[in-house]
């Protein structure tokens, strides 16, 4: 049996006793790393190991350099619509030329803003496409073609190895449109309820709930983002420990909005 037909874990709200913590000692990930094998040696190396019900959120940095994500800026030859877009928001045509190659739409442009609709679905500035912690100023990082595979075949990957089932979470950090700063997001998962559905179930006084839909996946996200960091320290790979129940798997897909229901597009 497949992972994704397996038992879907973690995906209550009742856990009061959480330990998150980051895999020590990961390593820097070239194309064709094998993540699996490299977290379970780290986590054997500090004397852990996986359990079953853990979620492990990885930094979509190290899926998609894994995958060969990765583009040399001196190959990309932008497009006319690329350079007029560039002189506008004052950035790399040639980046800028890798952002339209990945969306759909352009959304909304400002000076060093450049917000758009991926390919994925998600509104998010530059396509997520970035150059931090990449290496050469002439590379830059897509995300990955398909974040919910990749988490279905890390968790696929992992219950083969070592006969643990998990959930797994692919993060990124996003803006928001109505606040300042940066969180962590799931753009990819396996073997959870991405989005929990408590209509209908009673508050503390009994009184049913009417329109609370839990981001499940976005909160384990950020809560793993406060360990993973978001500069120079190296922890891409971290283990949410002690969510409590089961339910239906759905994937990062399930986070996003449908059109018809966007208010604001």
Do not use: Y
């Amino acid at each position: 049996m497949s992972v994704a037909d397996s038992a879907s874990l973690g995906v209550m709200s009742n856990a009061s006793d959480l330990r998150i913590f980051a895999v020590s000692g990961f390593p820097l990930v070239e194309v064709g790393f094998d993540l699996v094998a490299g977290l379970l040696d780290c986590l054997a190396g500090s004397g852990d190991s996986l359990r079953d019900g853990d979620v492990l959120a990885l930094a979509q940095k190290v899926v998609s350099k894994s995958e060969g994500r990765r583009v040399d800026l001196t190959t990309v030859a932008p497009s006319p619509r690329a350079i007029e877009l560039a002189a506008e928001v004052q950035k790399d045509a040639r980046l800028v030329e890798l952002v339209l190659r990945e969306s759909t739409r352009v959304v909304r442009t400002a000076k060093d803003v450049l917000i758009v609709e991926h390919r994925l679905g998600f509104i998010m500035a530059n396509a997520g496409i970035d150059q931090s912690n990449v290496g050469s100023s002439n590379s830059a990082l897509l995300l990955p073609e398909d974040p919910d595979g990749s988490a279905n075949r890390i968790r696929e990957q992992i219950l083969i190895r070592t006969g643990v089932t998990i959930a797994v979470v692919i993060t990124d950090s996003f803006g928001r449109p109505w606040r300042v700063g940066t969180t962590g997001v799931a753009i990819g998962a396996s073997g959870l309820a991405s989005i929990l559905d408590l209509r209908g179930q009673p508050d503390l006084f009994g009184r049913p709930l009417r329109v609370s839909i839990v981001g499940h996946a976005d909160e384990i996200a950020a809560a793993a983002s406060l360990v993973m960091g978001q500069g120079a320290e190296g922890r891409p790979a971290v283990i949410v420990r002690g969510l409590a129940g089961k339910g239906t798997h759905r994937s990062a897909q399930a986070l996003l909005r449908p059109t018809r229901e966007d208010l604001f597009r």
